[in-house]
């Protein structure tokens, strides 16, 4: 068979490849979409989760600065129960 005779052919299975090509590329530009979608969610979730550490760590900072408060005071009390043990001895 001549190339004449299987132009025909030859033009099937070029159309074929062209669909089978835009098929390829739609799945590929689907999953793209998908993928994408997952990144912002996930970015979204990442920076909730950094909202709720930063909020976490500035709690404890208040929290630090409540317990030194306490063990200051604390000292204090004990110093001035200690000067009165010493004045009753």
């Known amino acids: 068979m ?3 005779n299987d132009l025909p052919n030859r033009v099937d299975r070029l159309e074929n490849d062209a669909i089978d090509l ?3 590329v739609s799945a ?3 999953t793209t979409e998908i993928h994408q ?16 550490m930063t909020q976490s ?10 317990i030194r408060g306490l ?7 004990l110093d001035i129960l200690q000067h009165r043990n010493t004045d009753d001895a």
Do not use: Y
Not at 60 to 65: A, K
Not at 71 to 77: A, D, F, L, M, S
């Open 2 to 4: 001549n190339e004449s």
């Open 22 to 24: 835009k098929v390829a």
């Open 28 to 30: 590929l530009i689907s």
């Open 57 to 66: 760590l500035q709690r404890m900072e208040v929290v630090e600065l409540d």
């Open 37 to 52: 979608r997952n990144i912002e969610a996930n970015q979204r979730n990442i920076d909730a989760m950094l909202q709720l």
């Open 71 to 77: 063990q200051t005071e604390n000292r204090r009390i």
